[in-house]
């Protein structure tokens, strides 16, 4: 059980990104070797911001009054109220659904795949790219947990990442699939925000 909550319907796209850059209040996405990284090149800016680090997340949530979802209101964002497989249902996703491995060469724009909403009407919580998440990651942390706004483990080595990306393919599309990531690592091109409040 989460307490109520707002998550934003699509993730953070390139202009949206750029536009806190702009006002000093981010640092600017990185154009790193990674072969699909969406800053510095011709990718429109309705595509989902890539490269990026957990703090350039944060610090972007922050600027627009906002924070990093938990990885409990992600989940319920992307489920619903009965918990389902994918964030459309059971069917297994294909190319209609969102934008997975082996669909598209790299991102597309967000919300560009209505068929592979969420019952919340939330797009692209499978596909595109996947999303960091406030909590530290552990393994474990869902075997004894807290029923009501569970916060994740209070320190850690790896912050969460949810939903799947354009590189993956249906197994890791499920709304189940968790993952971490050094927050210090290099951004990776898989890798985007969304925020809540």
Same mark, same amino acid.
């Given at each position: 059980? &989460?307490?109520?909550?707002?998550?934003?319907?699509?993730?953070?796209?390139?202009?949206?990104?750029?536009?806190?850059?702009?006002?000093?209040?981010?640092?600017?996405?990185?154009?790193?070797?990674?072969?699909?990284?969406?800053?510095?090149?011709?990718?429109?800016?309705?595509?989902?911001?890539?490269?990026?680090? $957990?703090?350039?997340?944060?610090?972007?949530?922050? $600027?627009?009054?906002?924070?990093?979802?938990?990885?409990?209101? $992600?989940? =319920?964002?992307?489920?619903?109220?009965?918990?389902?497989?994918?964030?459309?249902?059971?069917?297994?996703?294909?190319?209609?659904?969102?934008?997975?491995?082996?669909?598209?060469?790299?991102?597309?724009?967000?919300?560009?795949?209505?068929?592979?909403?969420?019952?919340?009407?939330?797009?692209?919580?499978?596909?595109?790219?996947?999303?960091?998440?406030?909590? $530290?990651?552990?393994?474990?942390?869902?075997?004894?947990?807290?029923?009501?706004?569970?916060?994740?483990?209070?320190?850690?080595?790896?912050?969460?990442? =949810?939903?799947?990306?354009?590189?993956?393919?249906?197994?890791?599309?499920?709304?189940?699939? =968790?993952?971490?990531?050094?927050?210090?690592?290099?951004?990776?091109?898989? &890798?985007?925000? =969304?925020?809540?409040?």
């Amino acid at each position: 059980t &989460v307490a109520a909550f707002e998550i934003d319907v699509v993730e953070v796209t390139m202009g949206a990104f750029a536009q806190c850059a702009a006002a000093g209040a981010c640092t600017s996405a990185h154009n790193l070797a990674w072969a699909h990284c969406n800053a510095g090149g011709t990718v429109p800016l309705d595509h989902p911001v890539n490269c990026i680090t $957990w703090d350039q997340a944060r610090d972007y949530c922050a $600027w627009r009054s906002k924070r990093l979802p938990s990885e409990a209101e $992600w989940e =319920r964002a992307a489920s619903g109220s009965v918990p389902t497989t994918y964030p459309w249902g059971d069917e297994w996703p294909t190319c209609a659904h969102g934008n997975i491995g082996g669909c598209a060469p790299r991102t597309a724009p967000v919300g560009a795949y209505p068929d592979g909403r969420s019952p919340h009407g939330v797009y692209d919580m499978a596909g595109n790219v996947q999303e960091y998440i406030s909590d $530290w990651y552990a393994a474990d942390y869902y075997t004894n947990t807290p029923a009501r706004d569970p916060a994740g483990p209070e320190s850690g080595e790896h912050r969460v990442r =949810r939903g799947g990306s354009f590189y993956d393919y249906p197994r890791f599309q499920r709304t189940a699939f =968790r993952g971490g990531q050094d927050p210090s690592d290099e951004p990776y091109d898989y &890798v985007g925000v =969304r925020c809540a409040r």
